[in-house]
């Protein structure tokens, strides 16, 4: 039984539930701190280092 | 700090008349006793009148939301008096404001009502509440007002229905919003219209091709690897046309390209169709013409005889005897003796080297008509050399070959007018424009080629103009040709599809086009399982995050369950039957139960979970209604509440754990809470208990119903501060003996003020007011009133023993002891009787 009212906010609590390096986390921190752009371009921002990062992988797992 | 309401008046509003009423509220708590029918509910409505606009029970009245016309304003007023609710509050800064909220148009049938909405005497609109740090909730339950028909509203409602009262739980709003924004990410993981990827994927449809080519677009090879696997991918294709293989990959490729071509023209020939790209023409540079100028400038200069001798005279100087004559000889050219001589030789050697300018002239003319003569050829020749085939050719020999507009037709079927129509569409201006630029370049030509047999025709301005005309033409046909292009080719395209079909070749043009960009094939297959894979984790986050969401929901509600018992428990502790949880129905997320634990043990051992509403009595229900609210409000961060009738008469020992154990929680979140009750032992008890925080205390009356419901604030009457002090000065504790001082203090300033008016009216003076006096301190006071304690000499003195008394009490960090506090009690309650009998 808690003695105050929880004040964290959905997101906060939304993060607890989720590992901190899965896609899904790092989608979040980007989109609730995008380092002064937009929320979506800072999500794209880490979507397109994933992507070049399995690109990476798939030229130079084979070269 | 949270807002505070510190006074309340109301005037016309429900059962309140004219003038104003209005309820003192210095402390953070208030109760208020008004028998039934008095004007505790109306004093409820109001509170949410002036927060919200409206009341409540209207719209939870569906049914009888017609009854309600006219509902707000007194029917004893006057049509034009106005109706309004005023208060004063303490903003979350400290700072105080009037709040004032004026009936614009009351309620009508099926019409709401309409009101204005003031702060410190401005207008404003609806969310200027919030700037006060007033926070409201969802409707229909907006105003932090607990009455008795919102009690139960909450059971009253659906299950589907009661998410409305929990929205600010239940808002996940902005989660759903972030998702979304997850979600569209899968956007820019779609693969890119690569036409190498969709040739791919009809090769990989060949059958003697599907193992190779399913096999690289799995594991991505090395490029090497790569190269190797589609060279084995084209021997395969041309061994299943039954030839040799050659062993060097073009050589290969260039196999299947003919084999193609030759299949195909078995059928229709397509080959037809072939064109060169229009070959690059620059119209003639400046310089062609202003050598052609230089000409004619310097054929002014020399005489038709003379440039007609001119060669002769070059020709003769040529000769041995004439060049190195020292004498007079015989003319070789008409044998007169001894007739040419040194001087005339002299002579002939000046006219020659009169003539040189206008010959070299004349050698330029000559070479820059060449230049244009070549011009207008080559334009000529790449008119004709960008033309597809089958237009270089006659009608007769296309019927000859097949190719026919008929064929194509056929060919394509139903797919022909897709096709062929936009192709003829395009021909027609092409050929016109290719005859145009034809004609005029052989036109251009031959005026040249006639020129330069007769320099003497020569029209270098005609020319100009000539060639100008034909670079026109050019662009004309240059654009012909360009919207010419996209229809012919995607009709050979569809043509060669057709063909290749019928010839069991369909997809080897594909195969050859990405067989000649490796490099190009391999990093679009990269690019498109490296989206593949993302969009695959993409996937997997938004389950993960989904999961996440329900676990938030399910955090939420525990932690709201976890409020609610714990305010049910202060209603109702250890009781065997209990509020369990609130909990949004499975597979339901906007239906929400409520949980109550059934235990056949004292503590609460091995309980049976059912639905409150099955199992719950009314007196439950009803301290749940009440957990319900007082959770919802310290949820939401509500700074003040306003309870009515929230203990049900005759429900004891709820009554008891409500105003010992409730309204001291309440009061330490902090929270300020103003109860309206009909029961007087409640107004009684309450007052009692929280007496040391300076509660305040009202009764509510009507004497005539014109006059409405009367607010009598009773803590402030002199006999009540006295009483409060009473109550206080035996406290053993020194807090209890300061409290008991400062309420003398009011007591004692309040009895100087009374003397005074009295004294001053007795003398005539009928205006005299207690507001004279208002910031005038007992220092300020006593000294005008001992004059006027006149019934005993002793009596000054008792009033200054009394002064002296509450001025330690209220300033000294250890006030007088009880005996002094319970003394200087009974010395102003002795002066009151004596001199201001009620």
């Known amino acids: 039984m808690p003695d105050e009212v929880n004040d964290e906010s959905n997101v906060d609590r939304l993060l607890k539930h989720l590992k901190d390096e899965s896609l899904a986390a790092r989608l979040i921190t980007a989109h609730e701190a995008p380092d002064g752009g937009e929320p979506v371009a800072a999500m794209k921002a880490v979507l397109t280092e994933r992507l070049d990062e399995v690109k990476g992988k798939l030229d130079g797992a084979t070269d | 700090m949270a807002p505070r309401i510190r006074s309340l008046s109301v005037q016309g509003f429900r059962s309140y008349g004219l003038p104003a009423q209005t309820l003192n509220l210095p402390s953070d708590i208030a109760v208020v006793w008004g028998p039934n029918s008095k004007g505790k509910t109306s004093l409820a409505e109001a509170f949410e009148f002036l927060l919200t606009g409206r009341i409540s029970r209207r719209e939870l009245m569906a049914s009888t939301q017609d009854e309600f016309a006219d509902a707000l304003r007194n029917a004893h007023i006057a049509p034009d008096a106005e109706v309004a609710v005023t208060s004063r509050i303490t903003d979350a800064d400290g700072n105080d404001h009037d709040v004032r909220r004026v009936l614009v148009n009351d309620y009508g049938k099926r019409q709401d009502c309409s009101s204005r909405l003031e702060i410190d005497g401005a207008e404003v609109a609806e969310d200027a509440l919030e700037q006060l740090g007033i926070a ?53 993981l779609k693969p890119p219209d690569d036409p190498l990827l969709a040739k791919f994927d009809t090769c990989i449809a060949i059958a003697v091709l599907k193992d190779t080519l399913g096999n690289i677009a799995r594991t991505l090879p090395d490029l090497e690897t790569f190269t190797a696997r589609i060279a084995d991918c084209a021997g395969a294709l041309i061994e299943s046309a039954g030839e040799e293989p050659p062993d060097n990959f073009d050589e290969r490729l260039q196999a299947i390209e003919r084999i193609l071509a030759e299949r195909r023209g078995k059928t229709f020939p397509v080959n037809e169709f072939d064109r060169q790209q229009l070959a690059g023409w620059t119209p003639p540079a400046e310089d062609v013409w202003a050598r052609l100028g230089t000409y004619l400038a310097e054929r002014e200069k020399v005489d038709e005889e003379t440039r007609q001798l001119a060669a002769l005279f070059d020709e003769a100087l040529k000769i041995p005897a004439v060049a190195e004559i020292e004498a007079p000889v015989d003319c070789p050219l008409c044998g007169t003796d001894l007739s040419l001589t040194p001087d005339r030789v002299a002579r002939i050697r000046q006219h020659v080297e009169d003539t040189r300018d206008f010959k070299t002239a004349e050698t330029a003319a000559r070479a820059a008509l060449s230049q244009l003569s070549t011009s207008a050829n080559s334009l000529a020749a790449s008119v004709q050399g960008a033309l597809p085939a089958y237009l270089k050719t006659t009608s007769a020999r296309r019927r ?13 079927g139903d797919r022909a007018v897709e096709f062929v129509d936009p192709w003829l569409s395009s021909l027609r201006p092409l050929a016109r424009a290719a ?28 020319l100009k103009g000539a060639f100008a005309g034909l670079a026109g033409l050019r662009d004309q046909y240059a654009g012909a040709l360009d919207a010419y292009g996209e229809p012919a080719e995607t009709l050979v395209a569809a043509l060669n599809e057709v063909l290749d079909a019928q010839a069991d070749t369909a997809g080897w043009q594909d195969f050859v086009d990405i067989a000649r960009d490796i490099v190009g094939l391999r990093t679009a297959l990269i690019d498109r399982a490296a989206r593949a894979s993302v969009a695959k984790e993409l996937d997997t986050a938004l389950k993960e995050i989904d999961r996440a969401k329900e676990k938030v929901l399910d955090d939420k509600f525990a932690d709201h369950s976890g409020l609610i018992q714990k305010w049910w428990e202060k209603l109702r502790p250890e009781e065997p039957t209990f509020f369990s949880a609130v909990q949004p129905r499975k597979g339901a997320r906007r239906t929400i139960d409520f949980k109550a634990g059934l235990s056949p043990n004292p503590d609460r051992s091995a309980p049976k979970v059912r639905d409150v509403i099955a ?16 959770a919802r409000s310290e949820h939401e961060g509500t700074g003040f509440i306003i309870l009515d009738d929230p203990v049900l008469s005759g429900d004891e020992d709820y009554k008891v754990h409500f105003n010992a154990t409730v309204l001291d929680e309440l009061i330490k979140l902090p929270m300020q809470v103003i109860v309206l009750t009909q029961d007087h032992a409640t107004w009684e008890d309450v007052e009692t208990r929280y007496r040391h925080l300076g509660i305040s205390t009202a009764q509510l009356f009507i004497e005539t119903p ?31 003996r300061k409290e008991c001082g400062i309420h003398l203090r009011d007591a004692g300033e309040l009895f100087c003020k009374e003397m005074l008016v009295k004294d001053r009216r007795a003398k005539g003076e009928e205006a005299a007011s207690f507001s004279d006096y208002d910031d005038k301190t007992l220092e300020w006071l006593c000294p005008r009133v001992d004059p006027l304690l006149v019934q005993d000499a002793s009596h000054p003195g008792k009033l200054g023993a009394f002064r002296s008394t509450v001025n330690h009490a209220c300033h000294d960090n250890e006030p007088p002891g009880t005996a002094a506090m319970v003394q200087a009690c009974g010395e102003i309650h002795f002066l009151q009787k004596e001199y201001l009998p009620r």
Do not use: M
């Open chain 2, 615 to 630: 199992v719950f009595s009314q007196s439950q229900l009803h301290c749940l209604g009440l957990a319900l609210f007082l």
């Open chain 2, 435 to 462: 005859a145009a630029c034809w004609r005029g370049a052989q036109s251009a030509s031959a005026v040249v080629d006639q020129q330069s047999a007769d320099l003497g025709t020569l029209d270098p301005e005609g």
């Open chain 2, 706 to 736: 014109a006059e409405g419901s009367i607010i009598e604030n009773t803590s402030d009457t002199l006999l009540a501060k006295i009483s409060r002090a009473k109550s206080l000065a035996r406290g053993g504790h020194p807090d209890s």
């Open chain 2, 400 to 412: 000859e070959t097949g190719f026919t507009v008929t064929r194509i037709r056929e060919l394509l």
């Open chain 2, 136 to 188: 409201l909730s969802q409707p229909p339950l907006r105003a932090p007002v607990l009455a008795q028909h919102t009690l139960s509203y909450i059971f009253s409602v659906r299950p589907q229905d009661r998410s409305t009262y929990f929205k600010t739980l239940l808002d996940v709003l902005d989660l759903d919003e972030l998702r979304n924004d997850i979600a569209g990410l899968a956007d820019e």
